[in-house]
């Protein structure tokens, strides 16, 4: 069934990602992110894994006690 004001979604959607984008700003989650990132890299916990087919982007991340990436 189609919506009768589909405008207000989009209006209220774009409303919702300022809102969130201004409190993340606030709490400045992209720099702590980057800094436990650096500390879990620098500890040892995080390793480089290289690109493969299945991800051909270089990515961090976890080798589980099952020896899985």
């Known amino acids: 069934?189609?919506?009768?004001?589909?405008?207000?979604?989009?209006?209220?959607?774009?409303?919702?990602?300022?809102s969130?984008?201004?409190?993340a700003e606030t709490l400045r989650l992209k720099e702590q992110y980057l800094a436990q990132v650096k500390v879990l890299y620098q500890s040892g916990i995080l390793e480089n894994f290289p690109a493969t087919k299945?991800?051909?982007?270089?990515e961090?991340?976890?080798v589980g006690i099952d020896g899985k990436e």
Do not use: A, K
């Open 1 to 18: 069934m189609p919506e009768r004001f589909p405008h207000h979604q989009i209006e209220d959607r774009d409303d919702n990602q300022e």
């Open 20 to 23: 969130l984008e201004s409190l």
């Open 54 to 58: 299945e991800h051909p982007t270089p």
């Open 60 to 62: 961090l991340g976890i």
